[in-house]
């Protein structure tokens, strides 16, 4: 049995990791996206979750060529989804770096911790 007080600064860097990558993911699906909004709606996804705390950077590549064959004809557009997406997050809580990436993965949108050091 753990008898520790609380998590730790490491469990706790991994916590606003997932945390950013839950804000993401929720907040944008869904937003109506063509090959040509993708550029201003990834930055508009980094700079928003850029402002939570601890957060680093985030880097959002939008495929625009995925959201180009996916786009409905008549009107030239999608919906995003996590499978047009890659993102990369860093979090620095305490002195604690956290390293998380999400991509495709066998067709599912795989959220997962890359890399975590410490000072």
């Known amino acids: 049995?753990?008898?520790?007080?609380?998590?730790?600064?490491?469990?706790e860097a991994c916590f606003e990791a997932g945390i950013k990558f839950g804000s993401l993911y929720h907040q944008f699906a869904g937003t109506p996206v063509s090959p040509t909004s993708a550029p201003s709606l990834a930055r508009a996804m980094e700079e928003a979750i850029e402002n939570q705390p601890y957060c680093e950077s985030v880097d959002v590549e939008v495929d625009e060529e995925e959201i180009a064959e996916a786009a409905d004809d008549e009107y030239g557009y999608t919906e995003l989804t996590g499978?047009?997406?890659?993102?990369?997050?860093?979090?620095d809580y305490q002195g604690v770096g956290v390293t998380a990436r999400m991509a495709m993965?066998?067709?599912?949108p795989r959220m997962r911790l890359e890399r975590v050091t410490r000072e």
């Open 83 to 91: 499978r047009f997406l890659t993102v990369d997050i860093a979090v």
């Open 1 to 11: 049995m753990d008898t520790r007080d609380g998590p730790t600064s490491a469990e």
């Open 105 to 108: 993965e066998d067709g599912y």
